[in-house]
């Protein structure tokens, strides 16, 4: 059985930093791409960053023009975890974060976590 479980999120000042992470289970990371993703009250998902079985390779990782230059994707294979370092966090951040994995193979995304809450406020 598969699964994606989401931590590091909380309160956390503007300005400030987290670190989330997504343990993953019962896949093999290396034939996956994995995203984050997120949901703000009253908004639909959006996709923030994505990183591909190839890692950098092929010319990614990738992110919403929003985020890009704070957060940061990365994944460790070995210990079968994919990260999001998310520095200098805004207010407009604040929404339940999930990680996600793809195979490629179907339309859509395979797998997702059951997220992870970050609130950013003073």
């Known amino acids: 059985q598969v699964h994606l479980v989401e931590s590091g999120g909380g309160l956390v000042q503007p300005g400030g930093s987290l670190r989330l992470s997504c343990a993953v289970s019962g896949i093999d990371l290396n034939e996956y791409s994995f995203g984050w993703f997120r949901q703000a009250p009253g908004k639909e998902r959006e996709g923030i960053a994505c990183i591909s079985s190839k890692g950098e390779r092929d010319g990614g990782p990738f992110y919403r023009e929003s985020v890009e230059g704070r957060f940061t994707i990365s994944r460790d294979n070995a210990k079968n975890m994919i990260h999001l370092q998310m520095n200098n966090l805004k207010p407009e951040d604040t929404a339940v974060y999930y990680c996600?994995?793809?195979?490629?193979?179907?339309?859509?995304?395979?797998?997702w976590g059951q997220g992870t809450q970050v609130t950013v406020s003073s």
């Open positions: 996600a994995a793809d195979s490629g193979i179907a339309a859509s995304w395979d797998y």
